[in-house]
């Protein structure tokens, strides 16, 4: 049985100094900041307490008025904890 031929992989060539400099030149802070982690937790601890509080307290707190929909605004909370969680980096 004849045997295969090994095929030889080209050598490295490292990319030209100009597309170099532009890899290097783009800026890795440019979403986010220092206030987005204190801001996700937040909103992730108020929409939580809004419906352990809604629960506990029997449906009179924390807005009686609005019934059951406590629970969408206290999942309105956590989901716009989930968005800011997207400028995170």
């Known amino acids: 049985m004849p045997k295969s031929r090994i095929r030889k992989k080209d050598d490295y060539t490292p990319p030209s100094s100009s ?21 996700m937790l ?23 008025s609005i019934g059951n ?5 206290g999942f309105g909370f956590i989901a716009a904890g989930f968005v800011v969680s997207t400028q995170w980096k």
Not at 32 to 38: E, K, Q, T, Y
């Open 19 to 39: 597309t170099a400099r532009q890899a290097t030149s783009i800026s890795l802070h440019a979403g986010g900041g220092r206030w987005v982690a204190p801001l």
């Open 69 to 73: 929909w406590n629970i969408v605004v």
């Open 42 to 64: 937040a909103l992730f601890l108020i929409g939580l307490a809004w419906i352990v509080l809604f629960y506990v307290t029997e449906t009179k707190l924390p807005i009686e």
